[in-house]
């Protein structure tokens, strides 16, 4: 689903260049020289017209040029970066800040120290826009100088080379440096009805406006974590300072920022609109269970966690940009409206994940779920700008860029890590595949945020994580995180001896797929108790939880009905049913209610996701659609909107042993008093 929403825009490219208004010349002052010369280092940037870079320094609120170098012991730095030709602005919103525009240097002095040294590192930029206003998020570019050490002193400072290169218009770099560059911009850009009678409508309902409403809240949520990321929190006070100074008077700056804050929210919402059109309920079912789908969805998020790690960069095609970003200068409500639109774009690598897992997450054939998620998430990315313009000196209090964004940023990326099991694990308990049992589940979540932990307390350093932070003091709000992480690990360790782990039942493979084999004595499910019934089908490879014994076939379970006289409990369930899960391990295991199931009723778990694929004399042909069901999980679907009207999962049903229904069904509801009035008939 996720790309779904990123082919309205193109297909993405990793390490794609987008729109560059900056050509970067990196020249040492000498190619040879002596253990112990002292060589200049010029980092040669040729702007475009219309264009300025922030130069370094400590502002305010603007986002300084950095240079950080890896630290070895072959050089040292000799004193700080000097920016000859750089001018100086006071903001009455950001305050004060240093730029250049057209050609101007960034220059640092290095002292050799050893033979063949290795002068590596990155630097980090923003540029401006004068025109539109618009502000590309920060790029980073790498950088490794070759500098050949000799006996004696042959070469001649060549800063008259260096004074030629600024009056040229292209990227140079020279014959002796090797320089690895790349853009680090961003860009955010992506039933079948079946009728139910009215008393399961209401219960629905109910159920329904409560899942959107925390689906919201997650969706917002995800919206504030977007904005502390590096590819949109250095922009948020530069876009409102230039609506601020370029308007006429501060209310028509005002009014300008909100324009652009809905502007935000009216395309988000397209998005949600697009993807609800494409994802019908068997779109849904196709998605959350078919193993293509589910590895494609696994794949994808590996990748985005990659990025977010610092493996590569995840950016949409130049062209696309381009086009959008051009609109943008027109000027009026419109020029407003695709200034958005190219935030949302350039701001991609950071967001994109984001706004994917939001996206996959509301696949499921709910019509305004996708919308109601791009709601939540663009308001909680718009408002600040709203804000921030109606109180501008708020602006002076908004924390610096630094390397506590491309923290949030790794931190998100372990996140994704751990999420993407969840897709996995539905596909291998659909399909029986037994590649991805609970146990190492469970022992791959304890890595992933322990390493969290350690990496809140600068244990672990990552590629594009900044020296001089990490060697800063953690802050209270990391060591509270740290703490969260690690008091998680813990509570993880249990589940790898028998622990049920309620709270993550619906996110976990249940418990009977066990690799580790230390809880398989309490689930066994090879033979039913009621000794008089035959064997239940399909036990080798379905079972029900917490050792209840049961059947698996409706026609098995009636027979057995019919020989005990027991009622049929019927439980319409699905691998990838995470209420099914929630149900199981928070009402199910009630010591009242697990003894009632075990001894007063047949259970029967029909799943509907199950992909085996029956003998061909088992096929039938529907009388709802006219299709072929040749699996159990097509067949019990088809059963349960014939004879229940309902594709809802989990659903329960009592019935005896000639069909009749003995009480009304129930939905998930996690209150296990109102089970218990169920399971005795009230």
């Not at 006996?151 to 004074?163: L, P, Q, V």
């Not at 502390?228 to 530069?238: A, H, K, L, S, Y």
């Not at 791959?444 to 060697?471: N, R, S």
Request: with cysteine; net charge neutral; proline share 5%.
């Amino acid at each position: 689903m996720r790309y779904l929403f990123i082919f309205i825009f193109g297909f993405f490219q990793i390490q794609a260049q987008v729109e560059n208004p900056v050509t970067w010349s990196i020249l040492p002052s000498k190619t040879e020289a002596k253990i112990g010369d002292i060589i200049e280092i010029t980092f040669l940037a040729n702007v475009q017209k219309d264009w300025y870079v922030y130069s370094t320094g400590k502002f305010e609120s603007a986002p300084p040029t950095t240079f950080t170098f890896e630290k070895n012991k072959s050089f040292e730095l000799v004193g700080e970066i000097n920016v000859p030709k750089s001018k100086h602005k006071k903001d009455e919103y950001i305050g004060e800040y240093d730029y250049i525009i057209d050609k101007g240097y960034f220059v640092q002095k290095v002292k050799i120290l050893a033979e063949n040294p290795i002068i590596k590192g990155v630097f980090e930029y923003c540029t401006c826009s004068q025109a539109s206003g618009m502000c590309l998020p920060p790029k980073e570019v790498d950088f490794d100088i070759k500098i050949k050490i000799t006996t004696e002193k042959k070469n001649e400072i060549i800063k008259s080379e260096i004074e030629k290169k600024t009056n040229e218009n292209s990227s140079i770099i020279t014959k002796d440096t090797s320089i690895k560059s790349f853009s680090k911009t961003d860009s955010i850009p992506l039933q079948k009805e079946v009728k139910i009678d009215k008393i399961e409508l209401t219960s629905i309902s109910k159920d329904k406006s409560e899942t959107l409403w925390g689906f919201f809240i997650l969706a917002f949520l995800s919206g504030l974590a977007a904005l502390i990321t590096p590819c949109v929190f250095p922009m948020i006070p530069m876009t409102v300072t230039f609506f601020l100074n370029a308007s006429k008077s501060k209310s028509d700056g005002r009014k300008k920022a909100f324009i652009y804050a809905i502007s935000i929210v009216v395309i988000y919402s397209i998005i949600g609109v697009l993807v609800s059109k494409l994802a019908g309920a068997e779109t849904a079912n196709f998605l959350s269970t078919h193993w293509l789908p589910n590895l494609f969805f696994f794949g994808v998020f590996i990748i985005f966690s990659l990025s977010f790690l610092g493996l590569f960069e995840i950016t949409l095609p130049s062209s696309v940009v381009n086009a959008v970003d051009k609109q943008s200068e027109k000027g009026g409500y419109m020029g407003i409206f695709f200034m958005a639109f190219t935030l949302v774009l350039v701001s991609f690598s950071c967001t994109g994940p984001i706004v994917g897992n939001i996206l996959v997450l509301s696949a499921n054939g709910d019509f305004i779920k996708p919308i109601v998620g791009m709601l939540g998430f663009s308001m909680a990315f718009a408002i600040p700008f709203m804000l921030f313009a109606l109180f501008p000196n708020w602006l002076k209090n908004l924390p610096k860029s630094g390397g506590w964004l491309n923290s949030v940023k790794v931190v998100l990326g372990f996140l994704e890590l751990a999420l993407a099991l969840k897709f996995l694990s539905l596909a291998d308990q659909a399909y029986h595949w037994n590649i991805l049992p609970r146990d190492i589940n469970i022992s791959i979540w304890i890595a992933v945020f322990a390493m969290i932990g350690m990496y809140l307390l600068h244990k672990i350093k990552l590629p594009h994580d900044d020296d001089d932070y990490l060697t800063q003091k953690i802050s209270v709000f990391k060591v509270i995180l740290a703490i969260f992480s690690f008091s998680f690990v813990v509570y993880l360790i249990p589940g790898l001896f028998g622990s049920p782990l309620k709270a993550l039942s619906g996110y976990l493979p249940p418990q009977k797929s066990s690799d580790f084999g230390l809880n398989s004595s309490n689930i066994s499910n090879s033979k039913n108790t009621n000794t008089n019934c035959e064997t239940a089908k399909y036990s080798n490879f379905l079972e029900l939880p917490h050792g209840i014994k049961g059947y698996f076939d409706y026609k098995q379970a009636l027979e057995c009905s019919k020989i005990t006289g027991k009622p049929i409990f019927i439980d319409f369930t699905g691998h990838g049913c995470v209420n099914c899960r929630e149900m199981e391990a928070s009402v199910w295991a009630e010591p009242l209610i697990l003894e009632k199931l075990k001894n007063d009723f047949i259970v029967l778990a029909l799943y509907v996701d199950d992909k085996t694929e029956l003998p061909e004399n088992q096929w039938f042909t529907s009388k709802l659609d006219g299709k072929i069901k040749k699996t159990i999980g097509k067949q019990n679907a088809d059963l349960q909107i014939d004879k229940f009207k309902t594709n809802s999962q989990p659903y329960y049903v009592i019935i005896d042993a000639n069909e009749n229904l003995l009480t009304q069904p129930k939905s998930y509801n996690l209150d296990a008093n109102l089970f218990m009035d169920f399971l005795n008939l009230k």
